[in-house]
Protein backbone atom coordinates (compact mmCIF):
# COMPACT_ATOMS: atom_id res chain seq x y z
CA UNK A 1 0.00 0.00 0.00
CA UNK A 2 1.14 3.41 -0.72
CA UNK A 3 3.21 5.03 2.10
CA UNK A 4 4.92 8.54 3.21
CA UNK A 5 6.35 8.20 6.51
CA UNK A 6 8.26 11.99 7.83
CA UNK A 7 10.89 12.17 10.37
CA UNK A 8 13.58 14.50 11.48
CA UNK A 9 11.19 16.85 13.12
CA UNK A 10 12.23 18.16 16.42
CA UNK A 11 12.84 21.21 18.59
CA UNK A 12 15.48 23.82 16.90
CA UNK A 13 16.29 27.66 18.39
CA UNK A 14 15.32 30.60 16.41
CA UNK A 15 18.12 30.98 13.27
CA UNK A 16 18.98 27.27 12.63
CA UNK A 17 18.65 24.61 10.40
CA UNK A 18 16.71 21.80 10.43
CA UNK A 19 15.83 18.45 7.64
CA UNK A 20 13.21 16.56 7.44
CA UNK A 21 13.57 13.38 5.58
CA UNK A 22 9.67 12.01 3.55
CA UNK A 23 10.26 8.36 3.03
CA UNK A 24 7.99 6.27 0.37
CA UNK A 25 6.63 3.07 -0.54
CA UNK A 26 4.10 1.17 -2.19
CA UNK A 27 4.43 2.98 -5.65
CA UNK A 28 6.80 3.98 -8.51
CA UNK A 29 8.52 6.80 -6.21
CA UNK A 30 10.40 8.42 -9.81
CA UNK A 31 7.03 9.12 -11.38
CA UNK A 32 5.30 11.26 -9.11
CA UNK A 33 5.61 15.07 -7.77
CA UNK A 34 5.53 15.41 -4.19
CA UNK A 35 4.63 18.53 -1.64
CA UNK A 36 5.08 19.37 1.80
CA UNK A 37 2.60 21.21 3.78
CA UNK A 38 2.49 22.37 7.01
CA UNK A 39 0.19 23.32 9.87
CA UNK A 40 0.95 25.52 12.60
CA UNK A 41 -0.90 24.56 16.28
CA UNK A 42 -4.66 25.01 16.19
CA UNK A 43 -4.28 26.31 12.44
CA UNK A 44 -5.38 25.45 8.81
CA UNK A 45 -3.22 24.24 6.36
CA UNK A 46 -0.38 25.98 4.71
CA UNK A 47 1.31 24.64 0.95
CA UNK A 48 5.21 24.68 1.48
CA UNK A 49 6.56 23.68 -1.30
CA UNK A 50 6.89 21.42 -4.73
CA UNK A 51 9.23 19.48 -6.33
CA UNK A 52 8.46 17.58 -9.38
CA UNK A 53 8.44 13.84 -10.68
CA UNK A 54 12.15 14.00 -11.77
CA UNK A 55 13.30 17.19 -10.03
CA UNK A 56 13.32 19.31 -12.32
CA UNK A 57 11.16 21.96 -11.02
CA UNK A 58 10.24 23.02 -7.26
CA UNK A 59 8.21 25.95 -5.93
CA UNK A 60 8.04 27.30 -2.52
CA UNK A 61 5.46 29.51 -0.75
CA UNK A 62 6.49 33.24 -0.35
CA UNK A 63 6.48 32.26 3.38
CA UNK A 64 9.85 30.44 3.28
CA UNK A 65 11.07 31.35 -0.15
CA UNK A 66 15.04 31.37 0.20
CA UNK A 67 14.90 29.77 3.36
CA UNK A 68 13.76 26.17 2.11
CA UNK A 69 15.21 23.75 0.04
CA UNK A 70 13.19 20.71 -1.38
CA UNK A 71 14.91 17.67 -3.06
CA UNK A 72 14.43 14.21 -3.88
CA UNK A 73 16.83 11.34 -3.86
CA UNK A 74 14.97 8.50 -6.26
CA UNK A 75 17.49 5.75 -5.58
CA UNK A 76 16.27 6.03 -1.63
CA UNK A 77 12.93 7.04 -2.58
CA UNK A 78 13.51 10.26 -0.47
CA UNK A 79 12.00 13.84 -0.29
CA UNK A 80 14.04 16.32 2.28
CA UNK A 81 13.00 19.49 3.18
CA UNK A 82 16.10 21.48 4.07
CA UNK A 83 15.08 24.54 6.49
CA UNK A 84 17.21 27.38 7.18
CA UNK A 85 17.06 30.71 9.31
CA UNK A 86 13.74 28.97 11.17
CA UNK A 87 11.51 31.30 12.69
CA UNK A 88 9.24 31.12 15.18
CA UNK A 89 6.42 30.92 13.22
CA UNK A 90 7.81 27.95 11.48
CA UNK A 91 6.42 25.78 14.08
CA UNK A 92 4.17 23.36 12.71
CA UNK A 93 3.39 19.77 12.35
CA UNK A 94 5.00 19.04 8.64
CA UNK A 95 3.55 16.85 6.15
CA UNK A 96 4.64 15.34 2.95
CA UNK A 97 1.93 14.13 0.24
CA UNK A 98 1.57 13.05 -3.24
CA UNK A 99 0.51 14.84 -6.18
CA UNK A 100 -2.53 12.71 -8.08
CA UNK A 101 -1.35 14.48 -11.46
CA UNK A 102 -3.80 15.48 -13.79
CA UNK A 103 -6.63 15.44 -10.77
CA UNK A 104 -4.27 18.45 -9.16
CA UNK A 105 -5.17 16.71 -5.70
CA UNK A 106 -2.97 15.41 -2.84
CA UNK A 107 -3.91 11.89 -2.63
CA UNK A 108 -1.22 10.43 -0.22
CA UNK A 109 -0.05 11.72 2.85
CA UNK A 110 2.38 11.36 5.13
CA UNK A 111 1.38 11.36 9.12
CA UNK A 112 3.31 14.46 9.62
CA UNK A 113 6.51 15.61 11.74
CA UNK A 114 6.30 18.82 14.31
CA UNK A 115 8.79 21.44 14.55
CA UNK A 116 8.80 22.99 17.17
CA UNK A 117 11.20 26.41 16.61
CA UNK A 118 11.86 27.87 20.27
CA UNK A 119 14.77 29.38 22.33
CA UNK B 1 -1.65 34.82 -4.70
CA UNK B 2 -5.32 33.47 -5.07
CA UNK B 3 -7.01 33.70 -1.71
CA UNK B 4 -9.94 31.12 -0.72
CA UNK B 5 -12.46 31.81 1.43
CA UNK B 6 -14.65 29.74 2.97
CA UNK B 7 -18.16 29.82 4.69
CA UNK B 8 -19.20 29.50 7.63
CA UNK B 9 -16.15 28.72 9.59
CA UNK B 10 -18.29 26.94 12.02
CA UNK B 11 -20.97 24.61 11.05
CA UNK B 12 -23.34 23.01 13.71
CA UNK B 13 -25.59 19.83 12.25
CA UNK B 14 -27.01 16.48 13.53
CA UNK B 15 -26.76 13.20 12.11
CA UNK B 16 -29.12 12.83 8.90
CA UNK B 17 -28.78 16.84 7.93
CA UNK B 18 -27.98 17.92 4.37
CA UNK B 19 -24.79 20.26 5.01
CA UNK B 20 -23.10 22.24 2.37
CA UNK B 21 -19.55 24.38 2.81
CA UNK B 22 -18.95 27.30 0.44
CA UNK B 23 -15.37 28.27 -1.25
CA UNK B 24 -14.96 31.30 -2.79
CA UNK B 25 -11.42 32.00 -5.13
CA UNK B 26 -10.28 35.78 -5.75
CA UNK B 27 -10.54 34.82 -8.91
CA UNK B 28 -10.93 32.33 -11.44
CA UNK B 29 -9.22 29.01 -11.39
CA UNK B 30 -11.59 27.19 -13.73
CA UNK B 31 -12.35 23.48 -12.01
CA UNK B 32 -8.95 23.28 -10.10
CA UNK B 33 -10.65 22.77 -6.63
CA UNK B 34 -10.08 19.52 -4.53
CA UNK B 35 -11.77 19.27 -1.29
CA UNK B 36 -9.98 17.46 1.68
CA UNK B 37 -11.60 16.15 5.59
CA UNK B 38 -9.59 16.26 8.16
CA UNK B 39 -9.94 15.31 11.87
CA UNK B 40 -8.08 16.00 14.91
CA UNK B 41 -4.38 14.31 15.14
CA UNK B 42 -4.83 13.15 11.35
CA UNK B 43 -3.64 13.84 8.34
CA UNK B 44 -6.09 15.17 5.24
CA UNK B 45 -7.93 13.12 3.29
CA UNK B 46 -9.46 14.26 -0.34
CA UNK B 47 -12.81 13.83 -0.91
CA UNK B 48 -13.15 15.59 -4.43
CA UNK B 49 -11.04 16.66 -7.04
CA UNK B 50 -11.51 18.68 -10.09
CA UNK B 51 -14.41 20.70 -8.31
CA UNK B 52 -16.83 17.95 -8.95
CA UNK B 53 -14.77 14.13 -9.33
CA UNK B 54 -15.66 11.99 -6.38
CA UNK B 55 -12.37 10.68 -4.96
CA UNK B 56 -12.03 6.78 -5.49
CA UNK B 57 -13.23 5.07 -1.87
CA UNK B 58 -15.33 8.27 -0.82
CA UNK B 59 -18.91 7.50 -0.23
CA UNK B 60 -21.32 9.42 -2.30
CA UNK B 61 -23.41 11.41 0.29
CA UNK B 62 -19.95 13.68 -0.46
CA UNK B 63 -20.53 15.76 -3.83
CA UNK B 64 -18.81 19.11 -5.55
CA UNK B 65 -20.10 21.30 -7.58
CA UNK B 66 -19.10 24.84 -8.86
CA UNK B 67 -16.52 26.33 -11.32
CA UNK B 68 -14.46 29.58 -11.83
CA UNK B 69 -14.23 31.30 -8.41
CA UNK B 70 -17.27 29.81 -6.80
CA UNK B 71 -17.91 26.12 -5.02
CA UNK B 72 -19.84 24.07 -2.77
CA UNK B 73 -19.47 21.29 -0.71
CA UNK B 74 -22.32 19.29 0.04
CA UNK B 75 -22.84 16.41 2.33
CA UNK B 76 -26.32 14.73 1.49
CA UNK B 77 -26.55 13.17 4.92
CA UNK B 78 -24.32 13.15 7.70
CA UNK B 79 -22.87 10.36 9.23
CA UNK B 80 -21.35 10.44 13.00
CA UNK B 81 -17.76 9.64 11.47
CA UNK B 82 -18.29 13.14 9.03
CA UNK B 83 -17.67 15.26 12.15
CA UNK B 84 -14.88 16.72 11.49
CA UNK B 85 -12.98 20.10 9.45
CA UNK B 86 -13.31 20.98 5.83
CA UNK B 87 -10.16 22.41 3.68
CA UNK B 88 -11.14 23.48 -0.10
CA UNK B 89 -7.53 24.25 -1.92
CA UNK B 90 -6.95 25.33 -5.36
CA UNK B 91 -4.11 24.33 -7.63
CA UNK B 92 -4.74 26.58 -10.44
CA UNK B 93 -0.96 27.05 -10.64
CA UNK B 94 2.64 26.35 -8.15
CA UNK B 95 0.78 29.05 -6.17
CA UNK B 96 -1.24 26.26 -3.94
CA UNK B 97 -3.79 27.92 -1.48
CA UNK B 98 -6.23 26.11 1.40
CA UNK B 99 -9.45 27.88 2.70
CA UNK B 100 -9.23 28.64 6.15
CA UNK B 101 -10.90 25.68 7.11
CA UNK B 102 -14.83 24.59 8.22
CA UNK B 103 -15.23 22.87 11.32
CA UNK B 104 -18.23 20.37 11.06
CA UNK B 105 -19.43 19.99 14.81
CA UNK B 106 -22.28 17.76 16.51
CA UNK B 107 -24.94 20.05 17.35
Known amino acids: QVQLVESGGGVVQPGRSLRLSCTVS????????IHWVRQAPGKGLEWVAF????????YYADSVKGRFVISRDNSKNTIFLQMSSLKPEDTAVYFC????????????WGQGSLVTVSS | DIQMTQSPSTLSASVGDRVTITCRAS??????LAWYQQKPGKAPKVLIHKASSLQSGVPSRFSGSGSGTEFTLTISSLQPDDFATYYC?????????FGQGTRLEIK
Open chain 1, 97 to 108: ARDSGWERSFDY
Open chain 2, 27 to 32: QSISSW
Open chain 2, 89 to 97: QQYRNYSIT
Open chain 1, 26 to 33: GFTFSSYS
Open chain 1, 51 to 58: ISYDGSDK
